[in-house]
């Protein structure tokens, strides 16, 4: 499968977008009780670096990277448009969180 780049919509973040993914990095990490090390360690990563991103302060980070972290804790990151309301399926697992 071929997919066009110049087809694909142009996707924009901003830091409290790396805010609230690093938060549910954290919540979930916990809830796994692991830690920080532990888990830079499994993604060949440092330490301070697991926290500037579950911190939201870190200035750039790869898509790679992210989906590397996201795989491990079995996250998933999803897209949707820009003003676009919750569904009712991410509402009521936000209810669940």
């Not at 009780?33 to 499994?42: G, R, V, Y």
């Amino acid at each position: 499968m071929h997919i066009r780049l110049d087809a694909l919509p142009c996707i924009t973040y901003d830091a409290l977008m790396l805010f609230e993914i690093g938060k549910h990095i954290r919540q979930e990490r916990k809830k796994r009780k692991m830690s920080q090390a532990t888990l830079a360690s499994m993604l060949g990563m440092s330490r301070t670096t697991i926290g500037q991103i579950e911190n939201g302060n870190i200035q750039d980070i790869g898509i790679r990277k992210l989906i590397r972290i996201l795989e491990i804790l079995d996250l998933e990151l999803r897209i949707r448009k820009a003003g676009t309301p919750p569904n009712l399926d991410e509402l009521r697992e936000e209810d669940l969180l």
